[in-house]
């Protein structure tokens, strides 16, 4: 079935560092690709995402860009800032129930910046 | 603001006890989710609705019901809570057309 793996976390930076979180997928067809983004006790909240391949989705300094050919949807930031500090979850729309819009989720990337 | 709240934010219980948590949108969508969150799994969908006459089973259904009293409300219920349901929950909407889901600010739950 449908599934995304995520880079291990926890993941530790100083300010102004270059983030990468990545993120790769196995799926059939064609689905959209997402990065949501958790808060400390707060829900999650979509960061970007991109719908066919080549796509890239930016949001608030943050990149990714759709990579049919790596199956890869990495999260990229050229300087991060302490407010960054979350938990980032990769996701995939699943469409093989007719439909149905399912997201699959990957297991998330706590994130941490040190001033 | 067009929002997703969910009641309670926190409730601790006891093993075996009926527990019911609430979701309410005003974003106008059809569609809801009940997910759950446990740490290094990610989020796992447990039941989902297209409509307040379609109620559908996820991944993780077993020991869960729902019910969707209208097209704002859905209601997630543990009949007899145990404690490896012990999670952080999420309700989400989405659009009939969108796959981007928007989610509520979760309900933590502890069974002891």
């Known amino acids: 079935g449908n599934s995304v793996t995520q880079m291990e976390g926890p993941v530790t930076l100083s300010e102004e560092a270059f983030l990468t979180i990545n993120c790769t997928y196995t799926?059939?067809?064609?689905?959209?690709l997402f990065w949501y983004v958790q808060y400390p006790g707060e829900g999650l909240q979509l960061l970007l995402k991109?719908?066919?391949?080549?796509d890239k989705g930016s949001n608030k300094g943050f990149e990714a860009t759709y990579r049919k050919e790596t199956t890869s949807f990495h999260l990229e930031k050229g300087s991060v800032q302490v407010s960054d500090s979350a938990v980032y979850f990769c996701?995939?729309?699943?469409?093989?129930?007719?439909?149905?819009?399912?997201?699959?989720f990957g297991q998330g990337t706590r994130l941490t910046i040190n001033p | 603001d067009a929002d997703v709240t969910q009641t309670p934010r926190n409730r601790i219980t006891k093993t075996g006890k009926r527990i019911m948590l609430e979701c309410s949108q005003t974003?106008?969508?059809?569609?809801m989710y009940w997910y759950r969150q446990d740490p290094g799994l990610g989020l796992r969908l447990i039941y989902y609705s297209f409509d307040v006459k379609d109620i559908n089973k996820g991944e993780i259904s077993d020991g869960y019901s729902v019910s969707r009293q209208a097209q704002a409300k859905f209601s997630l219920s543990l009949e007899s809570a145990i404690p490896n349901q012990t999670a952080l929950y999420f309700c989400?909407?989405?659009?009939?057309?969108?796959?981007?889901?928007?989610f509520g600010p979760g309900t933590r739950l502890t069974v002891l």
């Open positions: 989400a909407t989405s659009t009939d057309t969108g796959p981007e889901q928007f």
């Open positions: 991109a719908t066919k391949a080549d």
């Open positions: 996701a995939l729309s699943d469409v093989r129930i007719q439909g149905a819009q399912k997201l699959v």
């Open positions: 974003k106008g969508h059809d569609r």
């Open positions: 799926a059939t067809g064609y689905p959209s």
